[in-house]
């Protein structure tokens, strides 16, 4: 089953703004990830968040995590048509593998030229 | 270094057939993951292999299996297919370890059940 939903389902914008989805899970974790999939293809890692952080940044990306409210959002700054995709936040658990992620419902961005 | 890959990448089967999938993980990647992705239930945990044991599984009935080989090649086989297996199914590979959590996915094969 999905550790949570993400929001919106989708989002449109337009090339330059910046673009904020947000993941809301369940239980409690070791790390939260950011991936992004194109078109029904294989999922490309962005990002990762440990439990014991609050952000973190990488180029255009910024991610928040607040593990008392379970939430994270990711923040993509001067978006580009290319970050035109399909992003999903995926939970580890604080227990058992880490490599049993548990991925939200997704968000469709949509980034107009 | 090549990435994960998978084949087929497409795959029709008819309900009651069997069908295997094949994953060549990222050289020295020593753990792979499965994954299902539909429209209806997203994508989830099928099962994780490392060092040709299965590690994890996810809620999924018998008829959903698998194997790690000695060269970290994984494959899994789903009998008596039926139409909501339709999917794409992603692997994914990743050092083991607590501190190498980033996985990397495959293209994935999409499965069509008719």
């Known amino acids: 089953s999905q550790q949570g939903e993400e929001d919106p389902q989708a989002l449109s914008i337009q090339e330059g703004e910046n673009a904020t989805m947000n993941c809301s899970y369940k239980t409690s974790i070791n790390n939260l990830q950011w991936y992004r999939q194109n078109s029904g293809r294989g999922l490309v890692h962005l990002i990762l968040i440990r439990s014991n952080e609050r952000e973190k940044h990488s180029g255009r990306l910024r991610v928040t995590l607040d593990t008392s409210k379970k939430s994270s959002s990711l923040l993509i700054t001067a978006s580009r048509a290319a970050d035109t995709a399909s992003y999903f936040c995926a939970t580890a658990p604080i227990s058992g593998s880490a490599r049993q992620l548990t991925f939200g419902s997704g968000t469709q961005l949509t980034v107009l030229p | 270094k090549a990435g994960v890959t998978q084949t087929p990448r497409y795959l029709i089967k008819t309900r009651g057939q069997q069908v295997t999938l094949s994953c060549s993980p990222i050289s020295g990647h020593r753990s792979v993951s499965w994954y299902q992705q539909t429209p209806g239930q997203g994508l989830q945990f099928l099962f994780e292999y490392f060092s040709e044991t299965q590690r994890n599984k996810g809620n999924f009935p018998g008829r959903f299996s698998g194997r790690q080989f000695s060269n970290s090649r994984s494959e899994m086989n789903v009998s008596t297919l039926e139409l909501g297996d339709s999917a794409l199914y992603l692997c994914?590979?990743?050092?083991?370890?607590?501190?190498?959590?980033?996985?990397?996915f495959g293209p994935g094969t999409r499965l069509t059940v008719l």
């Open positions: 994914a590979s990743s050092l083991a370890g607590m501190d190498y959590n980033e996985q990397f």
